[in-house]
């Protein structure tokens, strides 16, 4: 097991303490102005990251009406748009560029009919998988919080059909567990079966904690440290998974007690790197 946190959790001096693996979130990284993106920024993050013995990965551009999001960065996979697409390809090119392991993506929106949404969000993975593979960059399509009605990929079945149906050997999943909580009710069996599910495609895996239920804010995905909720992370054992588990939480205290919860609970994996 390697453990890595979210570039949005601390610096990169801080985050290069506590994890062997930094996920670099694209929308909050500063490397764009608008849609366009600043090239001499990239260079300049992977002059820092070459320096250190770290791997990274990749989150690309995604959906999101939250006000701090930035709005020329959304992303709808069952609806792109020439930039929105380019907004992708560049992550995938940042990824080839720095050697990240993986990038991940989400799913798209259901825009009035679900299948037909569906079998568009399917024709655009299948395009910006052959840009994946041409460059040898693995994809990690990420599950999505149930108590977002508007959300497509939410069920295990769903996420593993969007994949089979891709047919790439370079689109896996990003199993999130912290929204397959939020999909399952907070009903730990639900969410071991969720788990069992995913492991013949995980790629990836983000790590966070809620309380299982619908919220005000977010639909419930709070995004609270490992420990912080009600998620039983012992599921994790399902997944027989020994890449990436990245603490996808908001500051190095939650990084390091979610450090703690993970080696308590993922019994089956050795950590590698830093203690």
Request: glycine letters at 8%; one cysteine or more; charged letters at 25%.
């Amino acid at each position: 097991m390697i453990i890595g946190a979210s570039s949005f959790a601390g610096t990169f001096p801080e985050l290069m303490e506590e994890v062997d693996s930094i996920e670099l979130y694209i929308p909050k990284l500063e490397v764009y102005e608008g849609t366009r993106l600043i090239k001499s920024r990239i260079k300049r993050i992977k002059d820092i990251l070459s320096s250190y013995n770290i791997s990274t990965s990749i989150h690309a551009p995604y959906f999101s009406d939250a006000p701090n999001y930035p709005h020329e960065l959304v992303v709808d996979m069952a609806n792109l748009n020439d930039t929105q697409e380019r907004l992708i390809n560049e992550s995938i090119m940042i990824a080839e560029e720095l050697g990240s392991g993986v990038v991940v993506i989400h799913p798209g929106r259901i825009n009035g009919d679900k299948e037909r949404s569906f079998e568009i969000m399917i024709s655009n993975l299948s395009r910006i998988a052959k840009f994946a593979y041409d460059r040898n960059v693995t994809l990690g399509l990420e599950n999505k919080e149930g108590t977002d009605p508007e959300n497509l990929c939410i069920s295990a079945s769903e996420l593993v059909e969007a994949i089979e149906r891709t047919g790439s050997p370079n689109l896996g999943a990003t199993f999130d567990i912290g929204h397959a909580n939020l999909t399952c009710g907070g009903n730990r069996e639900k969410l071991r079966q969720f788990s069992k599910m995913m492991k013949d495609h995980a790629v990836h895996v983000h790590v966070h904690d809620n309380t299982g239920s619908l919220t005000e804010q977010y639909h419930g995905d709070i995004h609270r440290a490992p420990g912080n909720g009600m998620i039983d992370f012992s599921v994790l054992d399902e997944l027989d998974f020994k890449g990436v588990y990245n603490l996808e939480v908001f500051s190095i205290e939650d990084v390091k007690a979610g450090k703690k919860i993970l080696r308590k609970f993922v019994n089956n994996c050795t950590v590698i790197g830093r203690k």
